[in-house]
């Protein structure tokens, strides 16, 4: 199955890479900093009428067109362009994520990070990989010596969540912060082993479904901020290389 998804995933990455820095309409979903454009829709259905022609009856749920649940095993979570603001304002770190949960497990994610060509893949229990390399987090244990990522929710201003105590916390007891605006991205890199810790609220499942599995796959570890496994659908997202996993809850817990 996994050679299907990349394939498609790479499919639906042409259409961004095309797209980018042309003309193309945007809109607001939520708020002016939740956009739309035509290429994520556009990518969307691509991928949608790949699995609808390939695996017919599976389900998929995917961002922007929602649920198509037809009670199958299998169902598909899309996120079809990762980093809509970036690729919105011509900047070229965006993805296209895609996993596949049967009977509530995640058993396939693929990650293409469309401007490096680079394709993020794993299969439960196999491993994870970029571009066929076997993938391994950090072996880092020390905070203060990590590089940390996250991301802020578009609802912010009306919903803080303490997002930004959260944040400073972290930028006061870790290395260096980054925020890449693609989730997705963040968990390939942690996966990588090139940040040592990723937090982040109010993500969406087609956000998290392929990045855990990845994550998990290349020995790192996916809790919520009360150190519980979690589902795609889970709101809160701690994914670490497992040895900083505990001081970042510690800091999680006190800034809630
Ligand atoms: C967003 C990105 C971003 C994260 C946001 C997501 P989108 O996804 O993953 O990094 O901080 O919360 O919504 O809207 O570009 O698909
Ligand atoms: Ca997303
Ligand atoms: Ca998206």
Redesign the pocket.
Known sequence: MVEKVQLIARRAGEIIRNGFGKNFSIEFKTNAS?LVTEIDKKSEETIKQFIKKEFPGHAIIA?ESGEDLTGSDYTWII?P?????NFAHGLPLFSVSIGVVKNNETVCGVIYDVMQDNMYTSEKGSGAFCNGKELRVSENDNLAESLLVT????DIADNPHKTLEKFNAFVLNSRAIRR?????I?FCYVAAGVFDGFW?V???PW?LCAGMLLVEEAGGVVTNFQNERITPFAKQILATNGKVHERMLEILQQNS
């Open positions: 939740n961002e996120d362009l990762d980093g809509t603001t991301g802020f929710p578009y890449l605006g693609s989730a997705a963040d982040e109010h993500l969406h956000d």
